[in-house]
């Protein structure tokens, strides 16, 4: 299922490491950049590539919060839960995100465009309430805020259909 | 060595010693989880928490982080300890089923017998129970996920130890999952030792399970007869049945691990699950009668055959799986009553190599499996170990994993549980690279101080060997072996030539006296073929001699103890008219052999676990087998019968060794002779030594005194003669499939690899084959069909054919056999 | 806003100092110096240790200390880690100053590498901060093009090299020998020592583990001098500067660069513009999720590694978290727990199992559900935890500690009324 050529990228990627294993975390994050998550086909390839089994990438996918070895929409929101982004409502922003952009928490949207998951402290206290959505972060969360986030976002997508 | 007192006692352990084990050496057992000593101490599961009053730690430490030091004061039963190994336990069991009435661990389980110490009876937690799905893993293992209180005693003992990489832990934190990427089959061959090693019930032994609760057991330790290396057991019965064999710890043989053939083969003692596979009644003609009836008729015969023709017109053949017992019995019939044999092998050269392995092994150089996991440098010559010896492949992985090189000269597609070097040299070629890589390794200061004897085979060993198809450099691997202190020569006495053991016992002796703490460990082809050859005398006719005199006429009669040469022999059809020209056939056996079936007279034998018996592993072990019950048709499957009998159905069987005495009608046999002890020893100098008034011997070696100077030259040249063209064909065993009494176990059908004949894929390649065709390879008088697997980690010019249920590798007319390119074809 | 010291010197709104920027404050002149100059690497740990940095990733080991740790004679490779994992609640210090000053993390790290011979370097970071990673391998080049960082730094025959490596998520990852796991593509659970990373890390080699905010200290110690730094603090034991971040209940949370010893109330009232507006200040972690709360009778304790100890607390990472008097105690205390018991790597039992059994005890009292024995359950088990495989599961254990310690009647009162006085939402 992985393209030759994102293959070819990936073999680049582990032939510069001290040993293969130490890039499983960067292959799959390379991997979920062009399909979104790890399906069982892609994490046999994966681990081949990295001389690793299947069960053993498994063993790394399956620890990490932001490796997704089940299917995920084309933005995953990440709502901070942890203390400060708690004190400062995270649960509103997770109850606003799910209505407005019909999201289950811990699901996906019917349109596959959203997922919505908890996340642990990003680190981003300062301006909580935070999320992150495929490696941005947002803080300082309003409601008028997540709907031009979501609203850019939904918008992105209709020129950029993942693959 | 550090003193130190624990719970008021004082104790002094070597350096190294955790506290746990000091403990233990005192007999205080503190409760542990995640430690066990074949996988070490990783401080997981904090059960084993105890108060370190004084010393270099202080307060409560897990007893299995710590070494035991000087000056140490520690409590076991400190109020602090007590408390926290108490919560330890609550911790663990909130979240466990408490499934214990219908857990096939109860009643053997660590959890529950600690979590009974500790004193919990109540959960106090007030939450709900995490709960976890299932996978399937195979015909062996069930998996019961909740009971898991994390340990990772199974991953450690998977991946680190056995060296497999498809069960493992997986999730964070309170859902962390141990299992497989995918549901599916363990792929390890040493998946059972799960079921031992997990301290609750969440592997369990399938063909066990929920059958019997433990307590109900007949249990004895036993000794397994898969293969030689006579792995200890323990052996469970109930109802007439075995149920499961457990592993039992022996440091110096298996350590506390079984391979899982000799786990789940056992089901050949039951006859299959509808015993029906079992001959359990005495025959005449085929006709059922009493083992009375059948001991007259076998030894009225006999004499009758005896006065007519001479005593050596009858023939004993025994086997590899007799017990030692059993053996010596044979051995002394044919000597005393002047019958020819007794006859052990079918293959003769199979027997020679054993003999001259066994003749070449002196207490010196012999090594244990254990001795092997201690090796810096491992060189296996000529053996498939996974496949012809699975436990010592574990052996050798301990060695790997302490960073030994190994190296395999073997041309077969070997696969092992460690990283090795692998030349895949012809048959004809393996003593050449194991003579130059030896040689290699003799610098030119050693070679100065070697012997004359010693010099002279140095000498005479190759130097070079083209090492251009293996890609492998054999001075830089020689180097290596320089280097190393303890090195091990692993030998086969299967697929090489009749020298080869005799070179490899030569080659660790060079090793040796040039300074070197070498070992040497041989892999025999069964569990009793080490007291085979001691028992034989150099002058033994080989079977082959035997059926010719059956063809002429000279030999009328023939007694098969435990042995079948249908399964063995490669030339089913001549056998078969052979043995149709004796007046009389006997059979002594418990499995439904060919010969059996065949037999003028049968006689039911007891297996392994029926009788008390002994065995002599390859470094010379005797072992001890005890009764594990008194066998008979399983009440299995059903309620027991209602009906009252007085006597037990399936209950005639008796040790082929008595059986023989017995049909011999050789009273004064036994008129020198007292007891089994005496018997063995009588035939067997060897075991006089061990003390024969103390029968039953057991863990003794009898490794016999090294005749002097016993250097031979070895060849230089390859093998002499005219090469015959094409393909020389090599019959191997493979696990599972080919020993004899896994073949009848219908426990292990679930796991029979499927027939496949090896072949290089360059060889496949240039004869228009590939991988996964069906093949017609064309024997005298036939051919076999099968399909083919190629593979780039083989030597060419070789077929490796594994004999094995489902293929009639007996055709081949000659255990070697050449085959043109042209009589190999797709179809 | 606060005077910015040493590490935030180069602050600008919005992007991070430029090579050319971090050259004009005295950038890479410590690395002129001392590497360019060949200057014996025993010189550096001496005026690194002497300078009394500590290490700032939470647990406050001497930074030179733990550098001489490593054998003279030790094996090549060696490595050493930046660990920006930063997953502490409240703790978002490093990647501000990575936003801030890159170069300074990135001389730090080389400077580090050079007092112990290190050959290679990873700069391990969490997947949420990939801003940050993207920052920093491209400086990472612009150092490399200046001759700073690779092959023969500054014609001294000293090579060494730095990559990112991205974190997949996870607390535990930043716990330096879990960290290590993590790095070689092993399962991030911690491996108790000995042996010690300096002796046996990364791939059985010497590795040493440092904070960014450690590393990013080393080139103005050299620059300066060890008693420059140690004169930054107000307090007598203290030394440098610290990385604060505040967040919570004041009207500008963030992080800003203060004198190691600098009073909590300071820090809240002139450097984090106060309380909220109705706001007042009832309690604070002073150094991430896992320290104690300090109370309003604390409210004056300088923020020092050795005064917080005094009080029986930590300064941990500085990362101070402000509660106000609307913030209901054990609900706080119950989202702490649920953030380590979801983060336990699952490796030692007291860690996996404890904490989700006190987080359900937490959510009972706050629900209306407990009961008085819980709380001596909590008690004997926060101490019981302590008696885990790493400091996670203690660490953890330290916000309910001082929950009982301090607000026990706020406890009680949850268990008399059968639900929580604040009537706050708690997420589960
Ligand atoms: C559970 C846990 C999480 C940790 N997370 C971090 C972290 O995110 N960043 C960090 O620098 N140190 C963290 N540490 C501390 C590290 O183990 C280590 O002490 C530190 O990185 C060493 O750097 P320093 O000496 O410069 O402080 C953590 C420790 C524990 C026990
Ligand atoms: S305390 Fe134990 S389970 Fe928790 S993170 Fe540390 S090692 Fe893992
Ligand atoms: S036995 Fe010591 S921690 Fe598990």
Redesign the interface.
């Known amino acids: 299922m992985l393209s030759e050529e994102l293959k070819q990228k990936l073999r680049t990627m582990i032939a510069d490491a001290e040993s293969p294993r130490e890039k499983a975390v960067d292959v799959m994050l390379e991997i979920q950049e062009r399909h979104l998550w790890m399906s069982?086909e892609a994490?046999e390839e994966a681990s081949d590539l990295l001389g690793?089994?299947?069960?053993?990438l498994?063993?790394l996918a399956?620890?990490y919060d932001f490796i997704y070895r089940s299917p995920v929409g084309n933005y995953v929101i990440h709502v901070c839960d942890s203390a400060m982004c708690w004190l400062e409502g995270h649960q509103r922003v997770m109850d606003y995100i799910s209505i407005r952009a019909n999201v289950p928490i811990g699901g996906t949207s019917p349109d596959g465009l959203f997922t919505l998951l908890p996340v642990c402290c990003i680190g981003y206290c300062d301006r909580a309430p935070a999320m992150v959505i495929n490696r941005r972060v947002y803080g300082k969360l309003t409601p008028e805020k997540i709907d031009r986030i979501l609203d850019k976002l939904a918008g992105e997508n209709e020129f950029h259909p993942p693959e | 060595m550090p003193r130190l007192v624990i719970d008021d006692l004082e104790i002094e352990v070597p350096k190294g010693t955790k506290v746990i084990d000091a403990a233990e050496r005192l007999g205080i057992m503190i409760p542990r989880f995640c430690y066990h000593e074949a996988l070490g101490a990783v401080?997981?599961?904090?059960?084993c928490?105890v108060k370190f009053i004084q010393g270099p730690f202080k307060g409560?430490q897990?007893s299995c982080?710590i070494d035991a030091q000087d000056g140490m004061i520690v409590s076991t039963t400190d109020q602090e300890a007590v408390?926290?190994r108490k919560?330890?336990i609550e911790?663990?069991m909130?979240?466990h089923p408490h499934d214990c009435p219908v857990c096939d661990e109860g009643g053997q389980c660590l959890l529950q017998d600690e979590t009974v110490s500790s004193g919990h009876a109540r959960r106090?937690?007030?939450?709900k129970k995490r709960t976890y799905r299932n996978q399937y893993l195979g015909p062996f293992i069930a998996h019961e996920m909740n009971r898991c209180?994390?340990c990772?005693r199974c991953s450690r003992y998977y991946q680190e130890f056995s060296g497999y990489?498809?069960?493992?832990?997986?999730?964070?934190?309170?859902?962390?999952?141990f299992g497989?990427?995918?549901e599916g089959r363990l792929e390890s061959p040493y998946s059972g030792n799960l079921v031992d090693i997990c301290p609750t019930g969440v592997y369990t032994d399938i063909p066990a399970r929920y059958k019997v609760r433990r307590w109900d057991l007949q249990r004895s330790p036993s000794v397994c007869i898969h293969c030689a290396l006579g792995c200890n057991t323990i052996g469970n019965a109930h109802y007439r049945a075995v149920m499961r064999v457990e592993a039992r710890m022996n440091p110096y043989v298996n350590g506390y691990f079984l391979c899982d053939e000799g786990r789940f083969g056992f089901s050949y003692t039951n006859g299959g699950a509808d015993h029906a596979q079992r001959p359990w009644t005495s025959k005449i003609g085929g006709a059922d009668v009493t083992v009375e009836a059948a001991l007259a008729e076998s030894s009225s015969k006999l004499s009758e055959i005896a006065a007519v023709y001479g005593p050596e017109a009858i023939v004993a053949l025994g086997s590899a799986r007799n017990s030692l017992e059993t053996q010596s019995m044979l051995s002394r019939l044919c000597r005393r009553k002047g019958w020819l044999g007794p006859v052990w092998f079918t293959d003769t050269a199979v027997y020679r190599k054993v003999r001259s392995a066994v003749e070449r092994l002196d207490s010196g150089i012999a090594v244990s499996m254990r001795e092997i996991e201690f090796a810096d440098f491992v060189i296996i010559a000529g053996a498939d170990l996974l496949n012809e010896a699975p436990m010592a492949a574990i052996a050798v992985r301990q060695a790997s994993r302490k960073n030994a090189q190994i190296v395999v000269i073997d041309p077969r597609p070997i696969s092992l549980p460690f990283e090795f070097r692998h030349v895949p040299a012809v048959p004809g070629q393996i003593e050449r690279c194991l003579g130059s890589l030896v040689k290699g390794s003799i610098s030119k200061e050693e070679l100065k101080g070697l012997d004359s004897a010693a010099k002279g085979f140095c000498k005479a060993l190759p130097a070079k060997f083209g090492d251009k198809e293996s890609g492998i450099s054999i001075p830089e691997l020689a180097d290596q072996l320089m280097a190393s202190r303890r090195p091990v020569i692993v030998c086969g006495t299967g697929i090489v030539s009749e020298s080869t053991p005799a070179l490899a016992a030569d080659c660790a002796q060079l090793l040796r006296e040039s300074g070197k703490k070498a070992g040497l460990f041989y892999i025999l082809p069964g569990a009793s073929s080490f007291s085979s050859a001691l028992l034989s005398g150099p002058d033994a006719k080989g079977f082959a001699e035997i059926l010719s005199e059956i063809e002429q006429g000279s030999i009328k009669a023939l007694i098969a103890a435990e042995s079948d040469p249908f399964r063995d022999f490669p030339d089913r059809e001549r056998l078969d008219k052979a043995l149709s020209q004796l007046d009389l056939l006997v059979a002594i056996d418990y499995l439904p052999t060919e010969t059996v079936k065949r037999a003028s007279v049968f006689l039911p034998s007891s297996t392994v676990f029926e009788m008390n018996s002994t065995f002599v592993n390859p470094e010379g072990r005797v072992q001890h087998a005890e009764r594990v019950h008194a066998g008979g048709v399983p009440i299995w499957g059903a309620h027991p019968p209602r009906i009252v009998r007085n006597f037990i159905p399936g209950g005639d069987h008796q040790p082929a060794w008595e059986i023989l005495w017995k049909i011999s009608a050789e009273t004064s046999v036994l008129e020198s002779v007292l007891t089994l002890g005496e018997l063995i020893a009588a035939e067997m100098p060897a075991f006089e030594a061990t003390g024969k008034a103390q029968y039953p011997v057991n863990q003794a070696r009898i490794i016999p005194e090294k005749s002097e100077g016993s250097f031979v030259k070895p060849k230089t040249r390859p093998e002499q003669g005219q090469k015959p063209k094409g393909f020389n064909l090599l019959l191997t065993d493979r696990i599972f499939a080919s020993r004899e009494p896994s073949v009848y176990a219908d426990t292990l059908e679930g796991v029979f690899p499927e027939p496949a004949l090896f072949m290089h894929s360059e060889d496949a390649a240039a004869a228009g084959l590939s991988d996964g065709d069906t093949v017609s390879v064309g024997l005298e008088p036939g051919s076999i069909e099968v399909k083919l697997s190629v593979s780039e980690r083989m030597a060419r010019g070789v077929l490796i054919l594994p004999r094995q249920k489902g293929i009639e590798w007996q055709r081949m007319k000659d255990f070697s056999a050449w085959i043109a390119l042209e009589r190999i074809r797709k179809i | 806003m606060a005077q910015p010291l040493v590490l935030f010197k180069n602050r600008h709104p919005n992007r991070a100092a430029t090579l050319d920027e971090y050259k004009q404050s005295g950038g890479y002149e410590a690395l002129q110096k001392f590497v360019g100059g060949k200057v014996d690497p025993g010189e550096v740990i001496r005026l690194v240790d002497e300078s009394g940095l500590r290490g700032r990733g939470g647990a406050g080991f001497p930074a030179g200390k733990k550098w001489e740790a490593v054998p003279k004679d030790a094996p090549f490779p060696r490595y050493l880690v930046a660990n920006a994992d930063e997953m502490e609640p409240g703790t978002f210090k490093d990647r501000i100053l990575l936003h801030t000053d890159p170069h300074c993390i990135i001389e730090g790290m080389i400077l580090a590498a050079y007092a112990f011979s290190a050959t290679k370097g990873f700069f391990f970071v969490r997947p949420s901060y990939d801003s940050s990673a993207v920052i920093m391998e491209r400086e990472l080049e612009v150092a490399r093009g200046a001759g700073f960082l690779g092959k023969n730094i500054l014609g001294s025959g000293y090579s060494f090299d730095i990559v990112v490596h991205r974190s997949g998520g996870?607390y535990i990852c930043g716990e330096a020998t879990a960290l290590l796991n993590a790095i070689m593509g092993k399962?991030p659970n911690p491996i108790?020592p000995p042996p010690y990373p300096t002796e046996k890390g990364l791939w059985d080699r010497p590795t040493v583990v440092n904070n960014v905010e450690t590393l990013a200290c080393v080139p103005h110690i050299l620059r300066n001098g060890p008693q420059w730094f140690k004169d930054l603090a107000i307090t007598p034991k203290g030394a440098g500067t610290k990385l604060f971040c505040v967040s919570g209940k004041v009207n500008s949370p963030g992080a800003e660069e203060l004198p190691m010893g600098t009073p909590l109330r300071e820090i809240i009232e002139k450097h984090f513009g106060g309380m909220i507006p109705g706001s007042e200040f009832k309690a604070c972690l002073p150094g991430g999720a896992s320290t104690r709360f300090l109370t309003r009778d604390h409210y004056d304790v300088p923020m020092d590694f050795e005064d917080l100890k005094a009080i029986g607390n930590r300064l941990g990472t500085a990362a101070i978290m402000i509660f106000d008097q609307k913030t209901c105690m054990v609900a706080t205390a119950h989202n702490l727990m649920r953030f380590f018991?979801?983060?336990?790597?699952?490796?030692?039992?007291?860690c996996?199992?404890?904490l989700?059994?006190m987080r359900?005890?937490l959510w009972?009292i706050e629900n209306g559900?407990g009961k008085e024995e819980y709380i001596d359950?909590l008690r004997?088990?926060c101490k019981?935890v302590w008696?885990?495989?790493c400091a996670l599961a203690p660490g953890a254990a330290e916000p309910v500690i001082s929950l009982l310690d301090f607000f026990e009647d706020e406890v009680r009162e949850h268990i008399r009324l059968k639900g929580c006085p604040f009537h706050a939402k708690a997420g589960n």
Not at chain 1, 52 to 56: D, F, V
Not at chain 2, 43 to 47: K, S
């Open positions: 069982d994490m690793m089994s299947p069960l053993e498994d063993e399956t620890f | 401080g997981a599961c904090r059960m928490a409560i897990m982080m408390d926290f919560r330890v911790w663990l909130i979240n106090r937690y007030p939450g209180i994390h990772y990489r498809d069960l493992g832990p997986l999730q964070i934190g309170n859902r962390l999952y497989r990427f995918k | 996870r399962r108790k018991a979801r983060e336990s790597c699952g490796w030692c039992t007291p996996r199992e404890g989700p059994y359900e005890l009972l559900e359950t004997s088990m019981q008696n885990s495989y």
